[in-house]
């Protein structure tokens, strides 16, 4: 058997990582064996060498991809030895392959044909030495040569029916080089260009892709926003888009030129040169082209998907992690106009107290009325906060909350915007019917925005987190890779902030490490017939929870009150023995030991190592007792939005306003300042020093001042900046993708072919305006409510 030409997968991620293979392979042991990131990262710091929960999903996804490789290679090794045709030099060629790409283009020759090709019939008739001689002899006259393998039993008439068969059998050969073909894709990889142009008539129907109707732009300066948008473009019937190879030129192409050289095939007068000449041109026109252009399209949009997964994953950790008002009663408030405001309070735990529905808006007009409803609920539940959606009529109802306040100065109600997102996604879920089943479907989104101001995390998890929508062109991706991607951020966020299992919901308990949805349910069930648990073991007797679930489980599950201290914190209690050793050490009890700093610190860590908990283990657990349960989120605080300032049109250029950042997208970030509208702060405009990452310098929920820089009402577009210094009006940022690129020291969009520099895209940017996903999240729905400036206005 030939020795694989490629290290061992765990020797592979380990170079990628830059960690050792010991790391990797202890790392992976726990993978196979049921562990789960949040845990393998929080409780086996010493088995992994301190790999932490970013390293260690990098190395599940590569894990899985390498061992997918790995299991193609086996097929593909078995197919070709089967047809009799594995040689030691091909094997070690398939076995030295690094990427699925290799490998299929190494197997291309070897791949059993859906159908029967022209190559195979010309080679049936017996034409492949007259391929194989003109090729090897370019002196042959290629007429008079073909002219003995007429035959007309096996279908080649006359001398050029034979040239027929021979051009197809080179062309196959030049086509199913994987060395060739591999030189060929990177060089147009690295040299081509999308190019999209409008199909005719579309004009009109297609306008919100006017950006791409005569665009080009290289392959490897499209960010993936314009990908998406292009892509969606075509599949709407809108735009035509072709990969070109190259900048157009009026000679032979320079591809031909890499095929004829790699045949030895050349322009020496002999008297097959220009057949072999022309045979090249129809293999690189009619196969290689073809075929590179379906792998570059696959790659970039492979590559676009990639980067838009990660920017909707890193926008859904910020909002799951965004500040919780906490355990304060809550009046929430789904505005509405002709169906009114429906109303819900909470209380402290997140238990629905009343319900209502007022009228104060058109077309009834009960502002007076609406008022005093809600003064005599504020009072009644002891309500602290008004939590206002922030959808349709959120502003009309805003200032109804606002008068509220004014009027009833002894009830200190403060009052937020909050998203919607998702909200009506859940009022009509299995959960909430099953959470609220006495309670009519349109209240129950009151319910959801009351709540999530009290803790986003815990009432976000009851969502598909697509339907959060923080990301671009959501519908456009992989719906396995998205959803692998935004269930990880959704576990580690759960998991780094813990969970009271007391209070917890089902779909919240099902996000913990080692539980299962089956699993979350026999908790809640357990703790609905035998009161509230009392102790971490006893999770033990919860039908179904098995040694192995509760390994990794425990440590995240939260018993406030309980019989044992130790259960309201973050100490695993496989680690207990080492906190009652600490104790002993110190003298003092594990109540008064907890939040006890001086003692805590006196105390050396390295007393404490055994051969089961290392130093890595033990200062952890010395950090969590100081603050046990710490809550990992920022501080709750709230926007405050300008007075008089409710829709576009009240904006001016120039306007020192107070936002919240909806989302982040690698263009820039979007903010709302309280008109419907999210206003666009383009990357350029988001420091006075460069950004590479416009998430280094805001984040979903942070609340910003901004200036206003254009205002573009017919088009529904705001312009902000954050560089509250930046002049006002059209020399402001109108640049879309075009100020990106310049941050990167491109030629300005301008002064390349199309129109296309970046534009704008209501679901994340991209090329145009795409058409709106549900309306009534405003947060959720920041890249569909703005749009990049027209790329066109404007310069630095």
Known sequence: MTTPLVGSIEGRIAAELGVRERQVKAAVELLDGGSTVPFIARYRKEATEMLDDAQLRTLEERLRYLRELEERRTAILDSVREQGKLTEELESRIRGAETKARLEDIYLPFKPKRRTTKAQIAREAGLEPLAEGLLGDPAVEPLAAAAAFVDADKGVADPQAALDGARAI????????????????????????????????????????????????????????????????????????????????DGPSSYEGIVAHKFQIADRGRPADKWLADTVRWAWRTRILVHLGIDLRLRLRTAAEDEAVDVFAKNLRDLLLAAPAGTRATLGLDPGFRTGVKVAVVDATGKVVATDVIHPHVPANKWDEAIAKLARLAKEHAVELVAIGNGTASRETDKLAGELIGKHPELKLTKVMVSEAGASVYSASAFASQELPDMDVSLRGAVSIARRLQDPLAELVKIDPKSIGV????????????????????????????????????????????????????????????????????????????????????????????????????????????????????????????????????????????????????????????????????????????????????????????????????????IDVGVHQDGLAHVSALSKTFVKDPRDVVKPGDIVKVKVLDVDIPRKRISLTLRLDDEAAAQGQQGGGGGERRQRGGRPPQQRQGRGGGGGSRQGGGGSRQAPPPANSAMADALRRAGL????????
């Open 170 to 249: 080179l062309t196959e050969r030049f086509s199913e080089d994987a060395d060739l073909i591999g030189e060929l894709r990177e060089r147009m990889w690295v040299r081509g260009r999308l190019a999209a142009k409008v199909r005719e008539g579309k004009e009109e129907a297609g306008a919100k892709f006017a950006d791409y109707f005569d665009f080009a732009e290289p392959f490897t300066e499209l960010p993936s926003h314009r990908i998406l948008a292009m892509l969606r473009g075509e599949k709407e019937e809108v735009l035509d888009l072709v990969l070109e190879p190259e900048e157009p030129t």
């Open 471 to 670: 990301g671009q062109y959501q519908h456009d991706l992989s719906e396995v890779k998205l959803s692998r991607s935004l269930d990880a951020v959704v576990e580690d966020c759960v998991n780094g902030v813990g969970v009271d299992v007391n209070t917890a919901s089902a779909p919240l308990l099902a996000r913990v490490s080692g539980i299962t949805s089956g699993l979350a349910e026999n908790i809640v069930s357990h703790r609905d017939s035998n009161g509230p648990f009392t102790s971490r073991a006893q999770l033990k007797n919860v039908a179904r929870l098995g040694p192995k679930a509760y390994e990794q489980c425990a440590g995240f599950l939260r018993i406030r009150g309980g019989d044992d201290p130790l259960d309201a914190s973050s100490v695993h209690p496989e680690a207990y023995p080492v906190v009652r050793r600490m104790v002993k050490t110190s003298g003092q009890e594990v109540a008064a030991l907890i939040g006890n700093t001086g003692v805590l610190r006196s105390l050396k860590p390295n007393e404490f190592v055994d051969e089961t908990f290392g130093l890595p283990t033990v200062t952890d657990i010395l950090k969590e007792l100081e603050k046990p349960g710490r809550d990992p989120r920022p501080a709750f605080k709230t926007a405050t939005f300008k007075e008089g300032v409710e829709k576009i049109s009240d904006l001016a250029s120039g306007m020192v306003l107070e936002g919240v950042v909806t989302n982040v997208a690698a263009f820039g970030a979007f």
């Open 789 to 796: 400036l027209d790329p066109k206005k404007g310069k630095r």
